[in-house]
């Protein structure tokens, strides 16, 4: 049954089932509301104006009519929506005219193509929001084409069985690196997708560098932004390598701290946003991460288990302790117990016993 559904300023017609798989028809994602308040929050904070948008995975089009209704003034100049299946289609138009939104208008262009095929047809774009079931993989060779210098890919992936090493054979022939079960395997996971998109931008000379970064329940999420040339396109790919067995994966850094800390100020500004307790406390959480250089974390409940340390100490203490010795350290968005910090291993130990 249909129903209508409140989403920050959007509203929309559409099924909204409890379990949500491939092969229904259109449907809203409740699940998937902080994934598109994250890009809305992103595109608030940079700084870039008059874009030209394209939602090619449009679904019940929610994603692009909060493009429509919550960007700020000027930033948007065109959206492009589109979805292969022709009931999506249908409800993306019932839907941006439930919000009093003129089909007609010129900021808006709807499309009923392949993804690949409106990708291919289309001139260029700013920002590109590739929102499939599953893996990007199909889509980012022909995204990354019609990304725009500077422009901003924004992934989403939720094969997170191969990615996070349930299924590692399938990591190694979509990813074209062994995953990692175990404490890290949200990070490896996210920093395995990372190279692919680098690796397919390399092949046209464009150096994807992730701005923003995470994992968070079924999925994984980045946005990279195009540098353009042979030689920035080289120095990402010096930047891959092993992490233990796993790998190879990106090895730089998963956030601009700047922009995370903007995106954090921008959501507690924002009433639409400021109250949802969820949403904070992870864009807190990110804040301060993407401050420490370092790749992966400690996990302070398997650190315990191996040293037979028997008085787990609270948290906080332990990265207090970190901060004392002059390291920097913080909670990570990746995991409950873990603590991302550049302290070596053995001063952490100290501390913890
Ligand atoms: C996960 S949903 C998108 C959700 C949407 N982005 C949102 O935020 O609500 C994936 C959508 O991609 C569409 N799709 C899948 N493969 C496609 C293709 N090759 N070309 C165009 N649309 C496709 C499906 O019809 C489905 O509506």
């Given amino acids: 049954m249909k129903l209508i559904i409140n989403e920050c300023l959007a ?19 409740h699940v998937m509301s902080l994934n598109r308040d994250i890009s809305i929050l992103l595109l608030n904070s940079i700084n870039k104006s008059d874009m030209q948008i394209a939602d090619p995975l449009a679904a019940s089009g929610v994603r692009s009519i909060r493009f429509l209704k919550e960007l700020k003034k000027g930033k948007l100049k065109k959206i492009f929506i589109n979805d292969h299946n022709k009931a999506a289609v249908r409800s993306i138009k019932e839907n941006l005219s439930l919000n009093n939104i003129n089909v007609k208008n010129n900021k808006i262009e709807i499309k009923d193509q392949d993804a690949n095929l409106f990708l291919l047809n289309s001139k260029g774009f700013d920002y590109i929001d590739i929102d499939p079931f599953g893996s990007p993989n199909f889509l980012l060779n022909n995204a990354i084409v019609r990304l725009a210098r500077n422009g901003i890919l924004a992934v989403t992936a939720t094969d997170t069985s191969a990615l996070c090493g349930t299924f590692p054979n399938a990591c190694v022939r979509k990813y074209w690196a062994v995953p990692k079960k175990g404490a890290l395997m949200h990070e490896i996971g996210l920093r395995i997708l990372i190279r692919k998109v680098q690796l ?44 233990g067995d796993a790998g190879p994966m990106w090895l730089g850094r998963l956030w601009y701290d700047k922009l995370a800390s903007e995106i954090c100020s921008q959501a507690l500004k924002n009433e639409l946003f400021n109250k949802d307790k969820e ?42 302790g970190i901060r004392k010795l002059r390291y920097s350290a913080s909670e990570t968005h990746f995991k409950g117990e873990g603590i991302r910090s550049n302290i070596p291993y053995q001063k952490l130990l100290r501390i913890m016993k």
């Fill in 200 to 243: 397919v931008a390399a092949q046209f000379d464009k150096a994807l560098v992730p701005i923003f970064s995470y994992a968070k329940e079924h999925y994984m999420r980045v946005f990279l932004k195009n540098n353009k040339g042979k030689n920035k396109a080289d120095e990402i790919l010096k930047l891959h390598g092993m992490l």
């Fill in 11 to 29: 509203r929309i017609r559409a099924e909204s089932p409890k379990i949500v798989s491939k092969e229904m028809g259109v449907f809203y994602n």
């Fill in 279 to 320: 949403l904070i406390k992870f864009l807190k959480i990110i804040k301060e991460e993407s401050k420490i250089d370092a790749v992966g974390f400690y996990d302070a409940h398997d650190i315990c288990e191996k040293n037979k340390i028997g008085n787990l100490q609270k948290k906080s203490a332990i990265i207090e």
